[in-house]
């Protein structure tokens, strides 16, 4: 399988579930279906097939929230007992992370991307929707604790709402030794939900 470059492709993406807790100012979500997920057996076919015939080394499971399905705990499990994959890793807005840390870690998940677009309450709410940052750093704090290295936490950079935090975020990282990745604001159709407002003023 290859990309429009004519590379090989080696790491996918997986949405587990559409669902989440939140609703993040930037999020197009209400343009996709809460319905019809994969399930497990499903997923675990689906995963070892793209290793096996498609050769994909890496896989990356996301959502929606990926900790809101249930059954992540077992998907996890299936997809690490295959021994098909180099690399398997999540994406979360790490939300329930303080709760499921050890036992992703048990199962054998290598990595973790945390969303986090403020180290500041007030700015949080307003970017997620919910009162829930220190939730979020006790739960970045355990992963830590349980061997989750590296992490990354992905910082959208919104104009005059987060954009006088990042110094406070390569700090931060430095810090806790976690690695910082800067995430473009991107334009979303109209047809799936659209932020062309929010997209113009941030």
Do not use: W
């Not at 197009?28 to 290793?51: F, H, Q, W």
């Not at 990042?166 to 159709?189: G, M, P, R, W, Y």
Request: proline share 1%; glycine share 6%; hydrophobic share 35%.
């Amino acid at each position: 399988m290859k990309d429009n470059f004519n590379r090989k492709i080696k790491h996918i993406r997986f949405s587990v579930t559409s669902k989440c807790q939140y609703s993040c100012l930037y999020c197009d979500s209400e343009g996709y279906s809460k319905t019809n997920e994969l399930s497990v057996e499903e997923i675990t076919k689906l995963c070892k097939l793209l290793a096996e015939i498609l050769r994909v080394t890496r896989i990356k499971f996301t959502g929606g929230e990926p900790l809101c399905r249930k059954e992540i705990i077992e998907i996890i499990k299936n997809v690490s007992d295959l021994q098909l994959y180099k690399d398997i890793s999540m994406t979360t807005n790490g939300l329930y992370l303080f709760e499921k840390a050890e036992e992703l870690y048990k199962v054998g998940l290598n990595r973790i991307n945390v969303s986090l677009a403020s180290l500041t309450p007030k700015i949080y709410k307003k970017v997620y929707g919910m009162d829930t940052l220190e939730t979020v750093l006790k739960g970045l704090k355990k992963a830590k604790e349980v061997g989750f290295n590296p992490i990354k936490l992905n910082f959208v950079l919104m104009r005059t709402l987060n954009e006088k935090e990042l110094e406070d975020f390569i700090d931060f990282c430095a810090k806790n030794n976690f690695i910082l990745q800067l995430i473009e604001l991107h334009k979303v159709s109209k047809t799936i939900g659209g932020n062309g407002d929010f997209y113009k003023k941030y």
